[in-house]
């Protein structure tokens, strides 16, 4: 069998299986996963109680990862989150004593109702997949993902994460509220005796994953498809509206995510269409517009939109 269709199938695998704890949202679901094997974390952005940490915690499961929860509060430190090191009078060394980043999946859960400084403990974590304590340095588990949740601006005790962090997510998604018929299924799911157990299958090993990630990263991306990109990320930094716009670091993830996409079709390469379908939830969290708050949000995604109308799309055929 063909690797490319073997792994693939994996990977439909492990759709299917987060689908059993995540209904009605599997637009949401496919791009999670694509954020996963490009490499990136990600954020999901929503009100509480429409499935964030559920989603989290199937895609850990579904992947055969070993994952840490973290409650983000006012009070937690930066050492909670990379370890410290602790004197040992028996031996009178100091021995690092580990951090719940020490693992494959960080699910970080209300991401924005900590203090900037824990925030910033995250900053070298989520860029380079290790922590440094007191001098030293130590590499996190590869694979190594952050999978992140926060809550409206606006909402109780939750500040606005520095422009810094947000860059570093690959993805920023919203879950939003479930479909009538989504909210039945879940509610029975939740109430019912029979179906209140539902359990996420491991489809996926580590050496797996590493595959997968190997196969995203060899998809061929033509040089048109560069320039095209480079295009609406040059755009970015002109419109009146837009104060700060789209970073290198923002090019590079948008390439990575679109591989991920061409993947999950079964292409071996780029298409326009790829860059299109996933541009508004790599760009927009990158952009910083003269409007605050939640506006700001929808007028990035706006402003996004507005510039795909006018780039011109290159010629690249199915």
Do not use: W
């Amino acid at each position: 069998m063909n690797d490319n269709n073997y792994y693939l199938k994996k990977s439909k695998a492990v759709l299917r299986a987060v689908r059993k704890a995540v209904i009605g949202k599997d637009d949401i679901i496919c791009k999670v996963y694509m954020a996963i094997i490009a490499g990136g974390h990600v954020l999901l952005d929503d009100i509480p109680g429409v499935g964030k940490t559920t989603m989290a915690h199937a895609f850990a499961n579904a992947l055969g990862l070993e994952y840490n929860r973290i409650q983000f509060t006012p009070d937690v430190m930066p050492s909670d989150i990379t370890g410290f090191s602790m004197y040992n009078r028996q031996t009178g060394k100091f021995e690092f004593k580990q951090g719940a980043a020490m693992c494959n999946m960080l699910l970080a859960d209300e991401i924005n109702r900590t203090s900037p400084k824990t925030q910033s403990a995250l900053l070298q974590i989520m860029e380079e997949s290790r922590v440094t304590v007191d001098g030293n340095t130590y590499d996190l588990p590869e694979p190594f993902i952050v999978i992140a949740t926060q809550n409206p601006i606006g909402s109780i005790g939750t500040q606005k994460l520095p422009e810094s962090q947000m860059d570093r997510f690959m993805i920023r998604l919203s879950m939003g509220y479930p479909k009538m018929e989504d909210e039945i299924s879940i509610m029975k799911n939740r109430l019912e005796p029979d179906k209140r157990d539902i359990q996420v299958e491991c489809v996926l090993n580590e050496g797996d994953i590493k595959e997968i990630k190997d196969k995203v990263a060899s998809i061929y991306v033509d040089d048109s498809i560069y320039e095209y990109v480079a295009k609406i990320v040059a755009k970015t930094r002109v419109r009146e509206n837009i104060i700060q716009g789209v970073s290198p670091r923002g090019s590079i993830a948008l390439i990575a995510m679109a591989k991920a996409e061409a993947f999950l079709r079964g292409n071996e390469y780029v298409l326009p269409s790829d860059i299109k379908n996933i541009v508004i939830e790599t760009f927009a969290h990158r952009v910083v517009t003269n409007v605050a708050g939640a506006a700001g949000n929808e007028m990035a995604k706006k402003e996004i939109k507005d510039i795909l109308r006018t780039v011109p799309v290159p010629q690249i055929g199915e």
